[in-house]
């Protein structure tokens, strides 16, 4: 009688003993797909984050050069103008314009 009711003890033991393995191993196995699926998302983000990074970087460069070539085109403005103003307090009595020519009429010749 004791015999049995130890072995009966034992069956359950072992059954709830499988159980609870086998519970535990569902559950890391959970965990374990868990745990690659974040990785995986974290790979993605930062693919992600460094495709913006590089974005921005080449963005930016492209902001820096346009931003330098109006600056030279601001200074080439600057020197023709200042060419423009000097010619024109200059003296012309040097300079021949045949009359009736639109720049006898501005000039008043």
Do not use: W
Request: charged share 35%.
């Amino acid at each position: 009688m004791v015999y049995k009711l130890e072995r009966e003890i034992r069956k359950e033991l072992q059954a709830d003993k499988t159980f609870l393995q086998k519970d535990v191993k569902e559950e890391l196995c959970y965990v374990k797909d868990e745990v690659q699926c974040i990785r995986s998302d974290i790979a993605q983000l930062q693919k992600t984050e460094d495709e913006r990074e590089k974005a921005t970087t080449t963005t930016n460069q492209e902001v820096k050069e346009s931003i330098a070539e109006l600056k030279e085109k601001v200074e080439d403005l600057s020197r023709a103008r200042d060419q423009v103003i000097f010619l024109a307090s200059s003296p012309l009595k040097h300079f021949s314009i045949p009359q009736g020519t639109a720049c006898s009429q501005i000039l008043g010749s």
